[in-house]
């Protein structure tokens, strides 16, 4: 089975702090994702990557950065975080061709207080 | 602009009645389209996807959609809801590109 796997369920950080989330993967997909999911807003991608070291903007790119050293990791940082970066962050992967499903993780609930 | 729609925030439904769930978009070819569900707590699950062919697509759980090219709907059904079905539902088509674009889900609750 496909393994999408987060590096925390539960978040709770403090205004201005760093925080790094982690996303790891199983099956050799080219395609990694980042979305955060908010009630009455669906998921919004934050950004994405096709391949190691490469990395492209999704909708909602401000605030936060990526990193892609390997094929199978894939880290979302928020420089310093904010109270209205509260919410659910959900990591995906898939394949390179448009037809193929995404597979994604459990998702990290982020609490910035 | 592309773009999807899914006009039911919240659909209430008894155990062991029907169900659809409607997803429309804006594009102006026919794009790739999926339908995931969210157990409370849980990743997106794939129910079904559709690429070409036939109209009418099956999924897991006993769910099916129909592409209507004419209404560019792709609208969820299900002839008996089961207890375990009460989760969310997205509509997701792909626009030709490496994304999903995401509806903004509709939450469906089962009662006894």
């Known amino acids: 089975d496909v393994k999408v796997t987060q590096s925390s369920r539960y978040l709770v950080k403090r205004t201005g702090e760093k925080v790094f989330l982690e996303c790891v993967q199983d099956?050799?997909?080219?395609?990694m994702f980042w979305y955060r999911q908010d009630p009455g807003l669906g998921l919004r991608l934050i950004y994405f990557?096709?391949?190691?070291?490469?990395?492209e903007k999704g909708d909602i790119p401000e605030g936060y950065s990526v990193s892609r050293e390997k094929k199978e990791r894939f880290s979302l940082i928020l420089e310093s975080a904010s109270t209205n970066q509260t919410s659910m962050y959900l990591c995906?992967?898939?394949?390179?061709?448009?037809?193929?499903?995404?597979?994604f993780g459990p998702g990290t609930r982020l609490t910035v207080l | 602009a592309q773009s999807v729609t899914q006009p039911d925030i919240h659909i209430t439904v008894s155990e062991g009645a029907s169900l659809e769930l409607r997803c429309n978009y804006s594009?102006?070819?026919?794009?790739?389209l999926f339908w995931y569900v969210q157990s409370p707590g849980q990743g997106l699950q794939l129910l079904l996807k559709?690429?070409?062919?036939?109209?009418l697509v099956q999924g897991i759980k006993g769910f099916e959609a129909e592409f209507k090219r004419s209404q560019s709907s792709f609208n969820l059904r299900k002839p008996s809801v089961h207890w375990s079905d009460a989760a969310e539902y997205f509509c997701?088509?792909?626009?030709?590109?490496?994304?999903?674009?995401f509806g903004t889900g509709t939450r469906l609750t089962i009662i006894p």
């Open positions: 997701a088509p792909n626009f030709g590109n490496e994304k999903l674009t």
């Open positions: 990557s096709y391949d190691v070291k490469m990395k």
């Open positions: 099956m050799d997909h080219e395609n």
């Open positions: 594009y102006g070819a026919t794009p790739y």
């Open positions: 559709y690429f070409s062919g036939d109209t």
């Open positions: 995906a992967s898939s394949f390179l061709e448009l037809f193929n499903e995404q597979f």
